[in-house]
């Protein structure tokens, strides 16, 4: 191996019986003759060391069995894009269609041509193709220069994710080719970004690039996005990105931002791009985020971060307390929130008084989890959230008459729209306040005494009965007991709060539900 090929190939992505590595070194491993290449593995568990052999380390990984040796010629160093559009889908024709022979007149020459009517098939196919899928065809480069752009120039929407690409210089190879090209996804390539402050290349009419998996830094980010004036999607997912400095003369198209599963965010580099001024937006599944704060708003104000922020998705996180949605009250355009499987809302038998918290919470969401909030649901929710708390509102200074409200700061604080609430449908009244029973049967059951008022020596009988029991099925449950015919039964009721004609008389003991039943 030449030394000219051994600084070529350092720093390359390779494939090897479907797995993806980075070429660290290349050379020879004595004692065995010939060259090698030296691996690092995307996935460490296919290695075998780390880089070192017989005591010698000639090169490093970042895990202890994430490298290997390998013959050159064991390995793919991958095709370049054209190459790999072509196989895809370019659609081969028969031996005959080779064969055919066609006259054609360049200048004043007849000249025989075979196999022409094949090459403008395959240029007229490539030239149709809008949206581009490559992902794991082993792309490494961009092939010969001016290619791309001539065979397919209007390609709008290209997949490359997956693939042997190292660096992003030769992402941009491609790219620039592709005059109207709005959407590319390099995800899952082990990109190398240049460490200076300008990247050549612009990407004028890109409107979505993904970057998930590629290890790419927030610094990185920006100075990619730097060629990407007119972007309006962009997705970081996995990238162990920390928020590091807040974008100022880009990302300002930006409508939506994925940063689901970089475990290193939290809500303080959060402020660093609280005044994107389009974001509608914002993804942070998978980011360990548990809290969030706005502190230049205060009870019942609206915050000046995130002005155009729609929809916010904080899935599968450590959200465990209801002040994180209290918070979201705040925000002056949410309009639509995902939260599933936080410790809030991951319990099943739960998840519908948790909807309707959060509902109750957020005045002005129209969408929880993907499912639209009818006037109906909010009703309920905010009816059931101002009787939730009604007791705790009185405790706290709370009044009927606005006046003399008194209410805490703790109280506030922790229920900010609760004075709103009570504005809203009239402050909670007394007998909404008592103590519910469970909705269980023996929760719903009258207790009938029954006695007779003219034979004073009879025991006084005690039923409980469900209060849906008609009059009529008392008389027949009496006339069992009793062993007295229907017809035979005069029923009273007596009450010392009604004044009535004795045989009409309800009188109640102890609780509405136990009542003394006179039989004349």
């Known amino acids: 191996m030449s030394d000219t090929l051994t600084a070529d190939v350092i720093g390359r992505r390779v494939e090897v019986n479907g797995e993806h590595a980075t070429v660290r070194f290349a050379g020879v491993v004595p004692p065995v003759a010939g060259p090698w290449l030296g691996v690092e593995w995307d996935n460490p568990e296919r290695g075998k060391h780390d880089g070192s052999h017989e005591g010698t380390v000639y090169?490093?990984?970042?895990?202890?069995?994430?490298?290997?040796?390998?013959?050159?010629?064991?390995?793919?160093?991958?095709?370049?894009?054209?190459?790999?559009?072509?196989?895809?889908?370019?659609?081969?024709?028969?031996?005959?269609?080779?064969?055919?022979?066609?006259?054609?007149?360049?200048?004043?020459?007849?000249?025989?041509?075979?196999?022409?009517?094949?090459?403008?098939?395959?240029?007229?196919?490539?030239?149709?193709?809008?949206?581009?899928?490559?992902?794991?065809?082993?792309?490494?480069?961009?092939?010969?220069?001016?290619?791309?752009?001539?065979?397919?120039?209007?390609?709008?929407?290209?997949?490359?994710?997956?693939?042997?690409?190292?660096?992003?210089?030769?992402?941009?190879?491609?790219?620039?080719?592709?005059?109207?090209?709005?959407?590319?996804?390099?995800?899952e390539n082990k990109l190398k970004f240049p460490s200076g402050s300008v990247l050549t290349g612009t990407l004028s009419v890109l409107k979505v690039l993904v970057l998930n998996q590629t290890g790419i830094t927030w610094a990185e980010v920006l100075r990619c996005v730097a060629g990407c004036p007119g972007l309006e999607e962009l997705y970081l997912e996995s990238n162990n990105i920390f928020i590091s400095e807040r974008p100022t003369d880009v990302l300002q198209t930006v409508k939506l931002l994925d940063l689901s599963s970089n475990q290193l965010i939290d809500e303080n580099q959060l402020y660093l791009i609280a005044h994107l001024p389009r974001l509608e937006q914002l993804i942070l599944s998978d980011t360990g985020i548990s809290s969030l704060h706005f502190p230049d708003a205060g009870i019942g104000c609206k915050t000046s971060m995130f002005p155009s922020l729609k929809y916010l998705v904080v899935n599968d996180n450590q959200i465990s307390q209801w002040s994180f949605f209290n918070e979201l009250e705040k925000l002056p355009s949410l309009r639509a929130l995902s939260c599933l499987r936080n410790p809030l809302t991951k319990e099943d038998k739960e998840a519908e008084t948790a909807r309707l918290l959060i509902i109750a919470s957020i005045g002005q969401l129209k969408t929880l989890n993907k499912c639209e909030i009818l006037p109906e649901e909010r009703r309920r929710a905010e009816l059931d959230y101002r009787k939730a708390f009604g007791n705790e509102w009185k405790q706290a200074g709370g009044h009927k008459d606005p006046e003399k409200n008194r209410l805490s700061e703790e109280f506030l604080t922790a229920h900010p729209r609760y004075q709103f609430l009570c504005l809203k449908y009239g402050a909670p009244e007394d007998w909404e306040l008592k103590t519910q029973q469970p909705l269980m049967l023996k929760n719903q059951l009258l207790t009938l005494k029954i006695k007779y008022p003219h034979q004073l020596d009879q025991k006084v009988l005690e039923k409980q009965l469900p209060g849906s029991m008609t009059i009529q099925k008392v008389k027949g449950l009496l006339s069992r007991l009793l062993k007295v015919p229907v017809s035979d039964l005069l029923l009273s009721y007596e009450s010392p709060k009604v004044s009535c004609p004795a045989k009409y008389k309800v009188k109640v003991k102890l609780s509405p539900r136990i009542m003394t039943l006179n039989c004349l």
């Open 59 to 187: 090169f490093k990984c970042r895990h202890p069995t994430g490298g290997s040796f390998i013959r050159p010629n064991k390995v793919n160093f991958g095709t370049d894009f054209l190459t790999a559009i072509k196989n895809r889908y370019v659609l081969e024709d028969g031996p005959e269609e080779d064969r055919k022979e066609q006259i054609v007149t360049i200048g004043n020459k007849p000249v025989e041509t075979i196999g022409f009517d094949s090459i403008m098939k395959q240029q007229s196919q490539l030239s149709k193709l809008q949206e581009v899928s490559l992902r794991n065809c082993a792309v490494s480069c961009a092939g010969e220069k001016g290619g791309v752009a001539e065979a397919c120039p209007n390609i709008r929407k290209v997949d490359l994710s997956k693939n042997l690409l190292s660096s992003w210089d030769e992402v941009i190879h491609i790219a620039d080719q592709l005059r109207h090209l709005e959407v590319l996804n390099v995800s």
